[in-house]
């Protein structure tokens, strides 16, 4: 899945170390669209050479692919949005989504008007 928008909060990285004593960081980042009804979403990078190669910064365009993930805990049930890829959306550009593509210009006459003008009609 993809979401496309404006960093609109980077929030403090979270760390610690795993029960096999791996450690391990993740920081979440607040993305904002540009829909007529702007949604938010909160996702997550997890790992520190992702969160480094990433690098990620307060009110930069991107578009963020991502999986949906739900864990338990404690008879509750909470849903993760991990980030895998994040791409940088050019600035050059206009975001123009959903905009119509005008249909290309005619190049030469259709064959059929090539004919003579008296036999147009079939009757």
Known sequence: MEFTGKIIAILQPKGGVSKTGNEWKAQ????ENHDQYPRKMCFEVF?????EQFNIQMGEELTVSFDIDAR???DRWFNSIRA????RVSTGA?????????PPAPSAAPDFLSGDAKDD???
Not at 84 to 87: A, D, R, Y
Not at 94 to 102: E, I, K, L, S, W
């Open 84 to 87: 895998w890829k994040v791409e």
């Open 28 to 31: 979440e980042f607040v993305v």
């Open 72 to 74: 338990q805990w404690q």
């Open 47 to 51: 790992g520190t050479d992702k969160i």
């Open 94 to 102: 206009p975001m123009t989504t959903g905009a119509p593509v005008p």
């Open 121 to 123: 009609l079939p009757f």
